[in-house]
């Protein structure tokens, strides 16, 4: 922890005159960078802590604080994930409860928030880098809150289609600003976990959904339609939530105003040697370039692609597929939440575990055989009547939706710069809406009950997902063995100790500076 002397000089120092110093210390920065940091437009915590390392904090200082984040930010971020995804699949429950859109009118119901989703998605992160992002969020919470309970007042196919569209315009901004959020606040080995935090509300709305819906359901509709109770219930949860948002949840350590002036000091230097950066709201035209033809940008696209696909289809047909087993509406929806257990436990489990190895990779590989064998199941035993083997197969399905969530933390851990880091979430988050969009589509109506073409699709897509991962894996081994050569020529061209290259880090960490830019920058697999 810092004594009262170093707190003192921390803020009597202004940040100019620390860097300033350091600059007339060292020549030049490191050869093997294109962008010299010192012309760089640094992020905004170089206004809090410098390009040096501007106090010490003990492990047991750093500890305390990073509980108190835990406490502060992943219980938010998970309220704001369980919202997003009931409100996105409350069209599933409704299904079964006398929706009145059925037919290809419901597949366009269902593509319609996707396309929101992709129209909206380049421009909300645009925005969302301009303006406060956590207040942003919050804003869009309680926008689509009342777009949802507008859904019971609805009654044709262009009213809900409109509707949908506005929510997923609304729903877009959500991964980005939470995959941002945790990567400024939390280091690189503690990321994936923390991902697995919020995401794994996609698995437990699936129970809750479940449970509240079969409650529901035993309404007589004499007031109101059950699906029309389930969009008003759901949608003044929405609000709730947004107000939340709003008044609690930080944007970024700089302007933590719950955290006081020595602990988002520490925020700052915990994160410092991640070299991922921190906040800048100046869009760069070398970083957008640069993340456009980065080659692993379009593997991680595609195969966040290959996930999707499957995820437009079984996100709102899986109630439907259940009941084609010979369940009625009402087993349907409690027969339903297991499922959702299942990706709970899978997604905190592989968060763990990609922490704990510091590989994605891998665990995306596991958790997306068990949906494989399962959907092979589904094919095979379509006409057994065996109700129980089916049942354990669409158990088996819900592990692949943890393969967006260890996306999410491939993302946040192996890119650097404020604007590429943007500029790859929004293309991830496109590619998401184009693969969802085209699952809703695979379930055609002409197939049913069975829908034996689009469970062949999802095993397909799904395989060919494997080879993906491992090519990202394996060009993001060969990325870290090419730095370290590297900075092993420069320490030995300049003479520098290990102390000196760790100084140097130190001076890279916050003044946005890409991944590619950065030498010190540490690939995950």
Same mark, same amino acid.
């Not at 219980?75 to 995804?85: D, E, N, R």
């Not at 709102?316 to 010979?326: A, L, P, Q, R």
């Not at 890119?415 to 590429?420: E, Q, V």
């Given at each position: 922890?810092?004594? !009262?002397?170093?707190?003192?000089?921390?803020?009597?120092?202004?940040?100019?005159?620390?860097?300033l !110093?350091?600059?007339?210390?060292?020549?030049a920065l490191? +050869?093997?960078?294109?962008?010299?940091?010192?012309?760089i437009?640094?992020?905004e915590?170089?206004?809090?802590?410098?390009?040096?390392?501007?106090?010490?904090?003990?492990?047991e200082?750093y500890?305390?604080?990073?509980?108190?984040?835990?406490?502060?930010?992943p219980?938010?971020?998970?309220?704001?994930?369980?919202?997003?995804?009931l409100?996105?699949?409350?069209?599933?429950?409704?299904?079964?409860?006398?929706?009145?859109?059925?037919?290809?009118?419901?597949?366009?119901?269902?593509?319609?928030?996707?396309?929101?989703?992709?129209?909206?998605?380049?421009p909300? !992160?645009?925005?969302?880098?301009k303006?406060?992002?956590?207040?942003?969020?919050?804003?869009?919470?309680?926008?689509? #809150?009342?777009?949802?309970?507008c859904?019971?007042?609805?009654?044709?196919?262009?009213?809900?289609?409109?509707?949908?569209?506005?929510?997923?315009?609304?729903?877009?901004?959500?991964a980005?600003?939470?995959?941002?959020?945790?990567?400024?606040?939390?280091?690189?080995?503690?990321?994936?976990?923390?991902?697995?935090?919020?995401?794994?509300?996609?698995?437990?709305?699936?129970?809750?959904g479940?449970? !509240?819906?079969?409650?529901?359901?035993?309404?007589?509709?004499?007031?109101?339609?059950?699906?029309?109770?389930?969009y008003?219930?759901?949608?003044?949860?929405?609000?709730?939530?947004?107000?939340?948002?709003?008044?609690?949840?930080?944007?970024?350590?700089?302007?933590?105003?719950?955290?006081?002036?020595?602990?988002?000091?520490?925020?700052l230097?915990?994160v410092?040697?991640?070299? *991922?950066?921190m906040?800048?709201?100046?869009?760069?035209?070398?970083?957008i370039?640069?993340?456009?033809?980065?080659?692993?940008?379009?593997?991680?696209?595609l195969?966040?692609l290959?996930?999707?696909?499957?995820?437009?289809?079984?996100?709102?047909?899986?109630?439907?597929?259940?009941? *084609?087993?010979?369940?009625?509406s009402?087993q349907?929806?409690?027969?339903?939440?297991? *499922?959702?257990?299942?990706?709970?436990?899978?997604?905190?489990?592989?968060?763990?575990?990609?922490?704990?190895k510091k590989?994605?990779?891998?665990?995306i590989? +596991?958790?997306?055989?068990?949906?494989?064998?399962?959907?092979?199941?589904?094919?095979?035993?379509?006409?057994?009547?065996?109700?129980?083997?089916?049942?354990?197969?669409?158990?088996?399905?819900?592990?692949?939706?943890? +393969?967006?969530?260890?996306?999410?933390?491939?993302?946040?851990?192996n890119?650097? #710069?404020?604007?590429?880091k943007?500029?790859?979430?929004?293309?991830t988050?496109?590619t998401?809406?184009?693969?969802?969009?085209?699952?809703t589509?695979?379930?055609?109506?002409?197939?049913?009950?069975?829908?034996?073409?689009?469970?062949?699709?999802?095993?397909?897509?799904?395989?060919?997902?494997?080879?993906v991962s491992?090519?990202?894996?394996?060009i993001n081994?060969?990325?870290?063995?090419?730095?370290?050569?590297?900075?092993?020529a420069?320490k030995?061209?300049? #003479?520098?100790t290990?102390?000196?290259v760790?100084?140097?880090?130190?001076?890279?960490?916050?003044?946005?500076?890409?991944?590619?830019?950065?030498?010190?920058?540490?690939?995950?697999?």
């Open positions: 922890m810092t004594t !009262v002397q170093e707190r003192r000089s921390i803020e009597k120092v202004p940040v100019s005159e620390k860097v !110093v350091r600059d007339e210390e060292k020549d490191d +050869a093997t960078t294109t962008v010299s940091a010192d012309s437009d640094g992020d915590a170089l206004q809090l802590v410098g390009k040096e390392r501007s106090a010490q904090f003990s492990e200082y500890a305390k604080l990073r509980r108190k984040l835990d406490w502060m930010i219980p938010l971020c998970a309220a704001v994930y369980f919202t997003q995804f409100d996105k699949t409350s069209l599933n429950y409704a299904s079964i409860m006398g929706f009145p859109i059925t037919g290809q009118h419901y597949n366009l119901v269902s593509l319609a928030f996707y396309v929101g989703f992709l129209a909206w998605e380049f909300t !992160v645009y925005i969302s880098q303006l406060r992002v956590a207040k942003y969020l919050g804003a869009n919470i309680i926008i689509w #809150g009342i777009i949802l309970m859904h019971a007042a609805a009654q044709s196919f262009g009213a809900f289609f409109a509707l949908r569209v506005l929510l997923g315009m609304c729903e877009s901004c959500v980005p600003i939470l995959i941002l959020l945790i990567t400024m606040f939390y280091k690189k080995d503690e990321q994936g976990v923390r991902i697995s935090w919020f995401y794994v509300m996609n698995g437990l709305t699936g129970v809750f479940g449970f !509240v819906a079969y409650g529901i359901s035993f309404d007589d509709g004499h007031l109101l339609a059950p699906y029309k109770i389930i008003l219930l759901l949608g003044g949860l929405a609000i709730i939530v947004g107000v939340c948002v709003v008044i609690w949840l930080p944007d970024s350590p700089v302007h933590a105003w719950q955290l006081t002036k020595e602990e988002r000091i520490a925020c230097e915990r410092r040697d991640d070299q *991922s950066g906040e800048n709201r100046h869009w760069k035209k070398d970083q370039i640069e993340a456009v033809t980065d080659v692993r940008t379009w593997l991680i696209a195969t966040t290959l996930t999707s696909i499957p995820n437009g289809a079984l996100s709102n047909f899986s109630n439907i597929i259940i009941k *084609s087993f010979g369940y009625t009402k349907t929806l409690i027969l339903s939440t297991p *499922s959702g257990i299942v990706a709970a436990f899978t997604t905190l489990a592989c968060g763990w575990y990609s922490d704990r590989d994605r990779m891998i665990v590989v +596991a958790c997306l055989i068990p949906t494989i064998i399962g959907s092979a199941m589904l094919i095979g035993l379509n006409d057994s009547g065996n109700k129980g083997a089916l049942l354990f197969a669409s158990y088996l399905i819900g592990t692949f939706g943890t +393969a967006l969530s260890a996306v999410y933390a491939w993302n946040a851990s890119t650097s #710069g404020h604007t590429k943007n500029t790859i979430n929004a293309i988050l496109s998401f809406s184009v693969g969802n969009i085209i699952g589509e695979i379930f055609q109506p002409k197939d049913a009950p069975g829908y034996i073409p689009g469970k062949i699709a999802i095993m397909v897509l799904l395989s060919a997902q494997l080879f491992f090519l990202l894996r394996y081994q060969r990325l870290n063995k090419q730095k370290m050569a590297a900075l092993e420069e030995a061209k300049r #003479g520098w290990d102390e000196d760790q100084r140097e880090r130190e001076r890279h960490a916050f003044v946005d500076l890409t991944d590619k830019q950065n030498p010190y920058f540490v690939y995950t697999s």
